[in-house]
């Protein structure tokens, strides 16, 4: 059967934007097929929140601006956003939750900047997606409501911690999402689901009503199925915003622009020639999964045919990275976390007796497993005989790291090598072990530290029984705000390799689900009782 | 250096955490762990070094951005409050702090 829905579901931001400025169908046709294949999909987990009623009303205003001519460049395109972005609760009927049981319901006053600009776009938002708690994990099972399933095996992790946004992704429910990424949380779930996203160099993105986790770190970034859907979403998503102190003061860039721009001196045959990309030798070491490196190796092959220079480069802090990002992170987060105290808004514990009573329990029970782990080792390390030898050591190595890629930009123009050591992995299999999870975020976690662009491409699948055909990424390092270059590259390889358009076939729910349209069973990351079977039939086509 | 169940104690006061005896435990198990691994970190010779508070001051420099004083806030007291656990009259309900 060959339905709309699928032909709609399989669209991309940028086919998605054409089809509907030329009338093919219209933005609600496109909302209403979207909102029934998320509706079927309840399984993966990946929605906490949707509003079909808002959606829909979103979508028929995209579709009378078409008709008077006022179209932004993504008219009626619909998307979601990671659960860490504040949307306006009177407008949307969205809570924001941050994957928190300290958050569940929370009614936010305000839509965060990055979400105000989408929409300013044209955008449709369709709801809010799962994810770890605050923003901290690399495979989603630290939501309080419910891990997220990869689409490509559903006893895998999608990564994390944007994983609901990579899974909707991937699973063609969405064409795109939002997601942040403070030590890899836009790049590793990309990389674990097969598709394209980018982080774009610390500033470019507001964090205006971005739940804060660690300040110095946090950054916004689109996840899509191309880099050019990424360039479309990254150009309305950036720029200056007075309301962030560290927002980057430049001038709007249009990253389509950049992606399509010819390098000098190109050819048809190679649009890459005369780009040096530095392979860190640290980010192939011995212990890389086999499957990771072959899929590596095969895109950097490629790059090369496409006319790049491989180079050898070095980053010999690479592993240091680790401490001093886990030390730095929680740090900030401690800090940051410190306003969820029961007063102002979020959870309060129903029985305490003073005032620190009410806190500490509160505390206790709103805060899941990792967040109180990382609360505790930044409150440790910011603590009075302990700041010197941890903190200002870890922010003096954080510099050392940042001047070792400036010395790396000398000898190339783009750093490349895997996003993570492995492909995703079982549901559980690290739960119990949370270094074991730390030491998994080492290739993605420089750039973090240094504040530099950095994105995931599909690069191939896993190609041994034990990789079970997963998807692997291709990490794409530039210098600061060289996303263009980055957007470009990524956009050549993807014009030569088809590693993107794959998209991963349905599997059998692993609880019985009704007909199609009707899953039965509850939606174990449902906080807002918003979703219902209503999406169908209620706006005539 | 490991840290002591007595740590644990101090840190999760500071923290504003109560943990269970059970979770002390699996905690201080955990953090001794990690800080394992934060021991490389401590023998690299950082003398001289200036520490990164925010990334793109490791290639300009970065001021602070200054405003107007001028009020751009209209007054959002009941959107504000909708999500908080306790109030009465537009006031935040905590328990007595003093006597």
Not at chain 1, 38 to 49: N, S, T, V, W, Y
Not at chain 1, 205 to 220: E, H, I, P, T, W
Not at chain 1, 379 to 393: E, I, N
Not at chain 1, 442 to 451: K, N, R
């Amino acid at each position: 059967m060959s339905s709309p829905v699928s032909a709609i579901a399989d669209l991309g931001v940028a086919a998605l934007a054409r089809a509907i400025a030329q009338g093919q169908f219209s933005s609600v046709e496109a909302t209403q097929a979207l909102l029934r294949g998320i509706e079927a999909r309840r399984d993966l987990g990946a929605f906490l929140a949707v509003n079909p009623d808002f959606a829909l009303a979103q979508a028929r205003q995209a579709d009378q601006r078409r008709v008077q001519g006022q179209a932004g460049p993504l008219n009626g395109v619909p998307l979601a956003h990671k659960d860490i972005f504040v949307t306006d609760f009177a407008a949307s009927g969205l809570p924001t939750t941050a994957g928190s049981k300290m958050l569940a319901g929370y009614a936010s006053p305000f839509d965060a900047t990055v979400v105000t600009r989408l929409q300013q776009a044209g955008t449709v938002t369709l709801g809010k997606l799962n994810c770890d708690e605050f923003a901290m994990g690399s495979s989603n099972e630290n939501s309080a409501f419910g891990p997220v399933r990869n689409p490509w095996n559903l006893q895998r992790v999608p990564g994390g911690s944007s994983g609901g946004s990579a899974a909707a992704v991937a699973a063609r429910l969405i064409p795109a999402a939002t997601g942040t990424d403070t030590g890899g949380s836009i790049r590793q779930p990309a990389s674990f689901t097969g598709i394209t996203g980018i982080k774009p160099t610390y500033g470019v993105c507001s964090r205006y009503g971005m739940v804060a986790f660690a300040s110095s770190l946090d950054q916004a970034g689109p996840m899509a199925r191309s880099a050019e859907d990424c360039a479309l979403l990254l150009s309305a998503m950036g720029g200056f915003d007075e309301r962030d102190a560290t927002s980057a003061q430049r001038p709007a860039q249009d990253y389509a622009a950049l992606l399509h721009a010819p390098r000098p001196g190109a050819t048809a045959a190679q649009p890459l020639l005369g780009l040096r990309i530095g392979l860190p030798t640290e980010f192939f070491p011995a212990a890389l999964s086999a499957d990771v490196a072959a899929a590596v190796r095969g895109a950097l092959a490629e790059l090369h045919k496409l006319g790049a220079t491989l180079v050898d480069v070095t980053l010999p802090r690479t592993e240091l990275s680790i401490p001093v990002y886990y030390l730095i992170a929680p740090a900030e987060a401690s800090s940051n976390l410190g306003r969820f105290d029961g007063v102002k808004f979020g959870h309060r514990a129903a029985q305490y007796g003073d005032l620190m009573d009410m806190y500490k329990k509160t505390r206790a029970e709103g805060f899941g497993p990792e967040v109180k782990r990382r609360i505790m080792i930044g409150t440790y390390v910011l603590s009075h005989g302990y700041y010197d030898a941890y903190y200002l050591q870890a922010q003096k190595l954080r510099r050392m790291i940042a001047d070792d890629f400036q010395v790396c930009f000398q000898q190339c123009d783009i750093i490349a090598g895997p996003v993570a050591p492995t492909v995703a992995w079982k549901l559980g299999d690290k739960a119990d072990d949370p270094v074991q999870n730390y030491l998994a975020d080492i290739f993605t976690l420089p750039a973090s530290l240094a504040g530099l662009p950095g994105m995931s491409v599909p690069a191939g699948f896993a190609a041994s029984a034990e990789g079970a055909g997963m998807p692997v990424g291709l990490q794409l390092i530039g210098n600061y705000f060289e996303e263009g270059q980055l957007l470009h590259t990524a956009h050549a390889l993807q014009q030569a390799t088809d590693h993107h358009l794959r998209a991963p076939a349905v599997q059998p729910a692993p609880v019985s689900g009704g007909a199609a349209g009707e899953m039965s069973g509850q939606m174990s990351g449902q906080t807002s009782g918003q979703t219902s079977g209503q999406a169908s039939g209620q706006v005539s086509a | 250096m490991a840290l002591t169940p007595e740590d644990v104690g101090r840190i999760a006061h500071l923290a504003r955490l109560q943990l269970s005896s059970d979770e002390a435990q699996q905690m201080l198990g955990q953090l001794n762990g990690f800080f394992r691994i934060v021991e490389q970190m401590s023998a690299v010779d950082t003398r001289g070094v200036e520490p990164l508070s925010t990334p793109l001051s490791a290639v300009q420099a970065v001021s602070l951005r200054l405003r107007a004083d001028a009020v751009t806030e209209t007054d959002q007291r009941t959107a504000n409050q909708r999500s908080a656990p306790s109030v009465e009259e537009g006031l935040f309900l905590v328990p007595k702090v003093i006597e």
